[in-house]
């Protein structure tokens, strides 16, 4: 079992989730990767975005398990 971790620093706005910033933690707790840029304008571009939808994109996009990423 993949034991990685991911946070994901995000708003709250008028139009829904404003996703700001993903880090990428490895067991041991050092970061090891932070997302693109690219890759935060095409979850902020997805409709009807929720905190579900985001864990699943980047589930798929790292291969972290949706109960290891968490919300600031």
């Keep these: 079992m993949n034991s990685d971790k991911a946070i994901v620093i995000a708003n709250n706005t008028s139009e829904g ?6 880090s990428l933690y490895n067991e041991s707790g050092r970061r090891y990767n932070q ?3 690219r890759l935060i304008d095409s979850i902020n571009s997805t409709l009807w975005l929720d905190k579900q939808k985001i864990k699943s994109i980047i589930a798929k996009q790292y291969g972290i398990p949706p109960d290891n990423i968490t919300f600031e």
């Design 17 to 22: 989730i404003s996703v700001i910033d993903i």
């Design 35 to 37: 997302s693109t840029k």
